[in-house]
């Protein structure tokens, strides 16, 4: 629950501090959170927050929430679910009996931010089982806990959990970095300078800006998006820089290889963590967000929510593997979405346009709480 460390942990803090603000009481636990430094810890400001480590065997652990959860007396428990969060094979065999004795005498929300995996076309057996496994698993979890009110961030999550009797509901990510209102475009264009890529205000229609935002998946192809790059500065004469913000963790390999394959024609700009300010700064002086999330699976993601919030066109370099779905939703179109296609250059060089700027937290929490709300009506 550290600003700034989790994705998740980042949407839980926000969620409440915007239900808080609507008029609702909230606490926040988190049950393994790996960067605390101490066993343990709570503070009360701005909400009543206990962290725990993953140090702490679960009888402590469920000894301090049980603990906790008796001086707040919640009506809802809202359980935040990303498999490997607890286990390192994304196997929560004994989780439900962790988590029975902290849900008892209130209602249970459950927000799966991630499901199982293996669901994919070609994906080798190996993931297939272990699939198996963490479906299994999360079934038993939901049938022991019972949760009134399920949800998850995209249709295809969704279409996968009804297809396997867990009734989910749609609840839409919301981006964790606020819009100051701020352009970066001085330090930008300063930080650029210093890597030899000349940018002023006098050539900036001539330089086109693209950014990744955090982790760059593993297994995100380059191709096509980054041969179109190459033709936007061999054919039209365009500048392009490539800029990457945030924890990198496993993709600062792909980074590397970026660089090393495309430095020549390309020039590269490695921000690594910087404050959320700085972050809303680089959104709003960007032509470009890149994904490396693939399209099928868009919603899920904090990041492109924010983007898509700053009004910045977000491109999709694969669409993701073809679900095993006997029926399937497809994802809402969104206009910001740009698809790497055979129009993709050609939209690049007529249509360099933003969109429009909003905050979703607001709307997100009302259709949250409302979510319960008719859940206690029923």
């Known amino acids: 629950l550290e600003p700034g460390r989790d994705g998740v942990g980042d949407y839980v803090r926000l969620l409440a501090l915007e239900c808080a603000k609507q008029g609702h009481t909230c606490s926040l636990i988190a049950l393994e959170d790996p960067f605390l430094q101490s066993r343990s810890q709570i503070d009360n400001s701005p909400l009543s927050t206990l962290r725990i480590s993953p140090q702490l065997g679960w009888p402590e652990r469920t000894r301090q929430a049980q603990h906790f959860l008796e001086q707040v007396q919640p009506d809802w428990l ?12 994304g196997i929560n065999y004994d989780l439900d009996k962790h988590l029975q004795p902290l849900f008892r005498g209130c209602k ?15 994906v080798r057996l190996k993931q297939r089982i272990i699939g198996m496994v963490q479906r299994y698993f999360i079934g038993r979890l939901i049938c022991k806990l019972n949760p009134n009110v399920i949800h998850t961030s995209n249709p295809h999550y969704r279409d996968l959990l009804n297809q396997h009797r867990i009734q989910a509901q749609m609840l839409p990510m919301f981006g964790t970095i606020h819009n100051g209102g701020i352009s970066g475009d001085s330090w930008v264009f300063t930080a650029l300078k210093a890597n030899g890529f000349g940018i002023s205000s006098e050539n900036r229609h001539k330089c086109i800006l693209f950014g990744f935002f955090g982790t760059i998946q593993t297994h995100w192809p380059a191709e096509p998006l980054f041969q179109y790059l190459l033709e936007l500065v061999q054919q039209y004469g365009y500048k392009i820089a490539v800029i990457s913000v945030g924890h990198l963790r496993n993709g600062a390999a792909v980074w590397s290889r970026l660089v090393e394959t495309y430095s020549s024609t390309l020039t590269f700009l490695r921000l690594d963590e910087q404050p959320t300010e700085k972050i809303s700064e680089l959104l709003n002086s960007l032509d470009f967000g890149i994904s490396t999330t693939s399209f099928n699976i868009a919603g899920k993601s904090s990041t492109i929510a924010a983007m898509i919030e700053h009004g910045l066109p977000v491109v999709f370099n694969w669409d993701g593997e073809p679900w095993l779905l006997r029926e399937g939703s497809p994802e809402p179109e969104e206009p910001l979405f740009w698809r790497v296609d055979d129009n993709f250059l050609s939209r690049v060089v007529n249509k360099r346009g933003r969109g429009p700027v909003y905050s979703g937290v607001q709307k997100i929490a009302m259709q949250f709480v409302h979510a319960l709300q008719e859940s206690r009506e029923v």
Request: hydrophobic share 40%.
């Open 78 to 89: 809202s359980f935040h679910f990303v498999p490997y969060s607890f286990n390192s094979k």
């Open 108 to 122: 249970l929300h459950f927000m799966f931010h991630e499901v199982w995996i293996g669901e994919n076309h070609r």
